[in-house]
């Protein structure tokens, strides 16, 4: 089963330690974080991590416009 989880608040707030956290518990993975521009593993540049950069994106794109995401 594939899962999508996203992780945002504020500054401090654990975002980082609890990602690395959730990482060790599903593999593959793909942990995209605005401090560490992005975390793979295994390392693997395919159509489905473009996805999630994408995505990431987009929802960067919805937030600042006023939308809370």
């Given at each position: 089963?594939?899962?999508?989880?996203?992780?945002d608040?504020?500054?401090?707030a654990?975002?980082?330690?609890?990602?690395?956290?959730?990482?060790?518990?599903?593999?593959?993975?793909?942990?995209?974080?605005?401090?560490?521009?992005?975390?793979?593993?295994?390392?693997?540049?395919?159509?489905?991590?473009?996805t999630?950069?994408?995505?990431?994106?987009?929802?960067?794109?919805?937030?600042?416009?006023?939308?809370?995401?």
């Amino acid at each position: 089963m594939k899962r999508l989880i996203l992780v945002d608040d504020t500054m401090v707030a654990g975002k980082t330690a609890t990602c690395t956290e959730l990482s060790k518990l599903f593999d593959p993975n793909v942990f995209f974080g605005r401090d560490w521009c992005w975390m793979i593993s295994p390392v693997e540049i395919d159509v489905r991590a473009i996805t999630v950069l994408q995505a990431a994106k987009q929802i960067r794109n919805v937030r600042s416009q006023g939308y809370n995401v």
